[in-house]
């Protein structure tokens, strides 16, 4: 479920590159902050947090989240930033209480309502996370609303009503089919569910292009399917590429434990 979220909500960069590296520059960043406002000097610290979290340092965001914050505390992005930071390291009521404070100082902001809907579908809190979910999800003007609506669908398929959750996950491919990563897995689930496995293995290799390369439970279902389709040299094909490309994981286990079954 972690990665699924760290899937979902991979942060894009807020200034330039070029900017951030005045952050890390040390003495000769401090003369250009020095005559900057101080809402400016927070955002540059709070690229600094953006890059580190998606290096997975959640440490560094959260370090560079404070100087942030003691620049200017009233920035919602700071503090829906912390959320998923402290989410990252399993701080999961601190993680909650970031992202509403985001949402207490800018209730209209669909990124924010979207992790908070995330993390209580995480917790298992559907009917609180579904009010969250569907705020962002109608909001015309947010870029991202396929992972409002991933999301959507993953709480109704657990909910077990799964017509509407493939609805609204279809609707999150349809709204970004390049990034909709783990909505095209979901849909594969259904379509396993079903036993139209070759439907489910076409869901599941799309869950792993592109963009999505590197989704390891992506590239395992994809074997899976493969041998319910009793497509074996694939099948075994794929599971070794598993073993391989992520090693030391659950789901290289998983694959080779596979591969053992396989006549």
């Not at 669908?153 to 349809?174: K, N, S, W």
């Not at 279902?221 to 493969?226: E, Q, Y």
């Amino acid at each position: 479920m972690q990665k699924d979220f760290r899937r979902l909500f991979r942060l894009n960069r807020i200034v330039p590159t070029s900017v951030l590296l005045l952050i890390l520059a040390g003495c000769a960043s401090a003369r250009v902050q020095s005559k900057l406002p101080p809402s400016e000097q927070a955002r540059l610290y709070l690229e600094a947090a953006v890059a580190a979290q998606n290096e997975g340092d959640s440490t560094s965001a959260l370090a560079y989240l404070l100087e942030a914050e003691s620049r200017d505390p009233s920035m919602a992005e700071i503090h829906h930033l912390r959320g998923i930071a402290y989410f990252a390291k399993k701080e999961l009521a601190l993680a909650e209480e970031s992202v509403t404070k985001a949402l207490q100082l800018r209730p209209d902001y669909p990124e924010a309502q979207t992790t908070l809907g995330k993390l209580l579908l995480d917790s298992g809190r559907l009917a609180e996370s579904e009010k969250w979910l569907r705020k962002s999800a109608s909001n015309v003007l947010y870029r991202d609303a396929f992972k409002a609506r991933t999301s959507l669908g993953i709480l109704f398929y657990r909910r077990g009503d799964f017509g509407q959750a493939r609805q609204e996950l279809e609707r999150a491919v349809t709204l970004d089919p390049a990034r909709a990563c783990v909505a095209h897995y979901y849909i594969g689930h259904l379509d396993m569910r079903d036993s139209r496995f070759d439907s489910a293995l076409v869901s599941y290799e799309r869950s792993t292009q592109k963009f999505c390369a590197g989704f390891a439970e992506g590239h395992l279902a994809s074997a899976v399917a493969l041998e319910r389709t009793r497509d074996l040299d694939r099948a075994r094909r794929k599971y070794l590429e598993v073993t391989r490309s992520f090693p030391n994981t659950v789901v290289a286990e998983q694959a080779r434990s596979n591969l053992k079954r396989l006549p």
